[in-house]
């Protein structure tokens, strides 16, 4: 085996770049803006520009490889190539005028996921090109099997040229104490990974493309692969979900959420196998394989329908999002797979072809993922709303008026008169429906329900935030959500307990101790389960414990040599869970928390802080008091 020159090498670089010179290029231009973010992204103020022409300049790279690959397939002359290269270009100048830019920094989610799909479907382009108006099957298989193993070629190839660098690099930090800053590890990679490894794939793409149809020899090594490692893999997988199949049927326990993704996986991976045995199935000694294709997707149907199950019952509990909407078009898509193999056809162009199509039509319109999970989460939320008689009319009943001089700290008297209409369940439904709003779709669809201008009051909000007021929540969804009455925390509920935790509205209170002549705190004491809590304190040569006992009923004791004072707060706590509809609460009043008793020598005086409670079938048991305690000597 020749080793290759270097003047051989050097000549193979060049014909691809002559080959592929816009790829290429478009891979350094996305590399020098990655390393640049990473040595300056302290200094520039808004990221999202130079991330949207990395981005675009990554997604070029499998977009100027399909017009290259185009323009060699159909033998472009100059001005057509020209034409192809202006059309790629002009489609990187769309897509990234769709993403958030300078002004757009919130909501930034769907323009992402958008690029997801654009760039999925590129590279499906890259393997469909070349033979998408022509039936070469065969030159069709021989080609995405050159694509696969040059992929496999390029990574493993950047594997060891990174690690290889990465070693050299720690070899001369620790011999000559070289100073490395971490950053030029990434760098590397990137380097690596982003343009070494893109040469290296296009440097191996063949030239000519008609000549693929002609060739009947098919690797062994890929064979061996597919039928000792992929097929049993295939095996053993199908073997566990017919196995979670079975005990669905004897334990009438309906599908997790998560065997979705378990047969979509085993499904592509099976779709992947038999792809790759293809050409094979041709083959006399190897005919069981036409027989095991087919013979798959039958023993699919079952599992999909399983699928399909799993998918709708969290439609049908929770509505649609982008994610179930993405796995129920998948379920859709392998359906179809199914139905077209099992129906004997045997066109695989179909399989690529016909999921970058479905790629492209849920990306836009009314029937997209996108307006179709909008919606059913805005449906789900007004639904929720209207039963509960919060949304009356279109609008939000109790609507807090919010006290725009207090900001950045939200303030309104009249906030939170909705706490306590929904069900624990129901209220965690709607912050999530609200949080998923804000996360991928913004408010436009439910801003009209508000009295107020919502988004006003969240960018003065945000205007007026400085270090000193930076434990305010600053998000939009706390706005939205507080806006509707309700508290934007999650009721943290399941079948035995829930934590009830009340405090007191002291935010600004400066405490007083008039008309008494000490005062002792007790801070955030957790009571456990053998220690139940001693606070002691000396005062006028007399030593005194404040202690609790759950039992009979909850109260706290005060105690010295000669006096005893007992404070009923089992009486307190009842009062508390009766007047807030055993919610928790945060701004309660001083005088709702105070605990009073006395006798001829001492006035005695406890003002909570706070509260946290467990409650469970058996009772309620004090987690955790803290607070002050003011003394008087008459």
């Not at 009043?589 to 005695?604: D, K, Q």
Request: a positive charge; proline letters at 3%; hydrophobic letters at 45%.
């Amino acid at each position: 085996m020749r080793i290759p020159s270097v003047n051989y090498l050097m000549a193979h670089a060049k014909n691809s770049f002559l080959r592929f010179p816009l790829t290429i290029l478009a891979s350094l231009i996305a590399v020098v803006i990655g390393i640049y973010l990473i040595e300056c992204h302290k200094d520039i103020t808004n990221l999202l520009p130079y991330i949207n022409v990395m981005l675009c300049m990554s997604l070029g790279i499998p977009l100027y490889f399909c017009a290259a690959i185009l323009s060699i397939k159909k033998k472009f002359d100059r001005k057509k190539i020209l034409y192809v290269n202006l059309l790629a270009t002009l489609l990187l100048v769309v897509i990234y005028f769709t993403l958030p830019g300078a002004e757009s920094t919130h909501n930034t989610t769907l323009p992402y996921i958008k690029y997801g799909l654009y760039n999925a479907t590129c590279h499906l382009l890259v393997s469909i090109i070349p033979f998408a108006f022509s039936k070469q099957l065969n030159g069709f298989w021989h080609y995405n099997k050159a694509l696969f193993l040059r992929i496999l070629l390029s990574i493993l190839y950047s594997g060891f040229i990174y690690v290889g660098l990465i070693l050299a690099l720690t070899a001369l930090k620790l011999l000559f104490d070289v100073s490395i800053h971490e950053e030029l590890y990434v760098e590397i990679w990137i380097v690596t990974i982003g343009f070494f490894n893109t040469w290296f794939f296009v440097s191996g793409i063949p030239d000519d493309f008609d000549q693929l149809d002609t060739i009947y020899e098919y690797p062994k090594g890929l064979k061996i692969f597919s039928q000792y490692v992929l097929l049993p893999l295939l095996g053993l997988y199908l073997l566990i979900l017919y196995s979670y199949g079975g005990k669905i049927l004897i334990t009438s326990n309906w599908p997790k959420g998560i065997v979705a993704y378990l047969i979509i996986f085993v499904s592509i991976l099976g779709i992947l196998t038999f792809l790759l045995l293809h050409p094979y199935g041709n083959l006399k000694e190897s005919s069981w394989i036409k027989k095991s294709s087919r013979g798959y997707y039958f023993v699919l149907i079952p599992l999909l329908v399983l699928l399909f199950i799993a998918i709708f019952m969290r439609i049908n509990d929770y509505g649609i999002t982008i994610n179930r909407y993405a796995i129920l078009v998948l379920a859709i898509w392998i359906a179809i797979v199914c139905l077209y193999t099992a129906l004997g056809k045997t066109n695989i162009k179909f399989i690529p072809t016909s999921l970058a199509i479905v790629l492209i039509l849920v990306s836009f319109g009314p029937w997209g993922m996108f307006s179709v999970s909008e919606r059913s989460q805005v449906n789900r939320l007004k639904t929720i709303l209207e039963q509960s008689k919060i949304l009356v009319n279109g609008k939000i009943k109790n609507e807090p008026i919010w006290v725009k001089d207090s900001l950045p700290r939200l303030y309104a008297s009249n906030e939170f008169k909705n706490e306590g209409v929904l069900t624990d369940t129901l209220h965690n439904e709607v912050k999530s429906i609200v949080e998923y709003l804000d996360d991928h779709h913004g408010y436009a669809s439910i801003r009209s329900w508000y009295q107020q201008d919502i988004d006003a009051i969240v960018i003065l909000k945000q205007s007026k935030k400085d270090t000193a007021s930076a434990y305010y929540y600053d998000t939009e969804s706390d706005v939205y959500m507080r806006s509707l009455g309700l508290k934007n925390e999650w009721s943290y509920i399941d079948k035995h307990n829930r934590f009830l935790r009340f405090n007191r509205n002291d935010e600004t209170r400066i405490t007083e101790i008039s008309g008494y002549d000490y005062l002792v705190s007790f801070d955030q004491y957790v009571f456990g389960l053998k220690d139940r809590g001693v606070t002691n304190f000396h005062l006028n040569q007399t030593d005194f414990a404040l202690t609790y006992a759950d039992k009979p009923i909850a109260k706290l004791t005060l105690k010295s040599k000669n006096d005893t004072f007992q404070f009923a707060l089992h009486d307190l706590i009842e009062k508390l869970k009766s007047k807030y509809n055993h919610l928790s609460n945060s701004e309660l009043p001083v005088a709702e928390m105070t605990l009073r008793a006395s006798n001829a020598v001492y006035e005695v005086k406890i003002e909570l802080q706070s509260i946290e409670i467990e409650s469970n079938k058996k009772g309620d048991a004090i987690r955790s008091l803290t607070g002050n305690i003011f003394i008087k000597k008459r």
